[in-house]
């Protein structure tokens, strides 16, 4: 089963090959479901097989989509700079966790960490050309130290 970020995604039905774990697939069938997609892949024939992918990140090349102009991928705002709306610089966005129920922005601003809700209240718009997402953090939202090696 594969979930895509956004539910009513098609891509899974219309790509011939995909990277599961970085490795490249073939897709032999794909069927999406209420729960996700069913993925065929070629050289997957048994349970056990599919089981050895379970959990890997599985992505297409860009290429592949049938993307606006005004469309953003998750990994666009990796290294953009988090604004918040009186133009202050609330750190570098340095990766995007994947949550059960939300996804969260990591943000880094010097030594500090900060986890971010990824929802339209929080996140209020994304300047790819200019590498900025702005960003309306709720008061209070906890930080932690940056360890660094």
């Not at 219309?14 to 897709?27: A, M, P």
């Given at each position: 089963m594969v979930f895509t970020h956004d539910p009513d995604s098609e891509t899974l039905?219309?790509?011939?090959?995909?990277?599961?774990?970085?490795v490249e697939r073939k897709i032999v069938k794909a069927r999406n479901t209420h729960k996700g997609w069913l993925v065929g892949f070629e050289g997957v024939g048994s349970r056990n097989d599919a089981e050895l992918l379970?959990?890997?990140?599985?992505?297409?090349?860009?290429?592949?989509?049938?993307?606006?102009?005004?469309?953003?991928l998750l990994s666009d705002m990796i290294g953009c700079t988090a604004q918040t709306p009186d133009g202050t610089s609330w750190g570098t966005i340095a990766e995007i966790q994947r949550g059960a129920f939300q996804d969260l922005l990591v943000i880094h601003h010097g030594d500090i960490e900060r986890l971010l809700p990824l929802v339209d209240d929080f996140v209020t718009g994304v300047d790819v050309e200019h590498k900025l997402v702005f960003v309306d953090p709720p008061e209070g939202l906890p930080e932690s130290k940056l360890l660094r090696k």
């Amino acid at each position: 089963m594969v979930f895509t970020h956004d539910p009513d995604s098609e891509t899974l039905g219309d790509v011939e090959t995909c990277f599961v774990g970085g490795v490249e697939r073939k897709i032999v069938k794909a069927r999406n479901t209420h729960k996700g997609w069913l993925v065929g892949f070629e050289g997957v024939g048994s349970r056990n097989d599919a089981e050895l992918l379970k959990g890997k990140p599985v992505e297409v090349f860009r290429a592949q989509l049938e993307l606006d102009e005004s469309d953003v991928l998750l990994s666009d705002m990796i290294g953009c700079t988090a604004q918040t709306p009186d133009g202050t610089s609330w750190g570098t966005i340095a990766e995007i966790q994947r949550g059960a129920f939300q996804d969260l922005l990591v943000i880094h601003h010097g030594d500090i960490e900060r986890l971010l809700p990824l929802v339209d209240d929080f996140v209020t718009g994304v300047d790819v050309e200019h590498k900025l997402v702005f960003v309306d953090p709720p008061e209070g939202l906890p930080e932690s130290k940056l360890l660094r090696k």
